[in-house]
């Protein structure tokens, strides 16, 4: 794998990671709830999701 493959795969999964945290975010509350979901908690599950 090459440097420049290397970059684009980092902001190509830190770009993931900023959406799906903030579609945990802008959740609705209920559905949240209904998901077990807290919304405080978005940045580690993003995290969870996009690095393992």
């Known amino acids: ?3 420049i493959e290397t ?3 980092t902001i190509a999964k830190r770009a993931v990671y900023a959406r799906t945290k903030a579609e945990i975010e802008s959740m609705p509350l209920d559905v ?3 998901l077990n ?3 405080d908690d978005a940045a580690k599950i993003a995290w969870q999701a996009v690095y393992g």
Do not use: S
Request: aromatic share 0%; charged share 25%; proline share 0%.
């Open 7 to 9: 970059i684009r795969q």
């Open 37 to 39: 979901i807290h919304r």
């Open 1 to 3: 794998m090459t440097l």
């Open 32 to 34: 949240a709830l209904d």
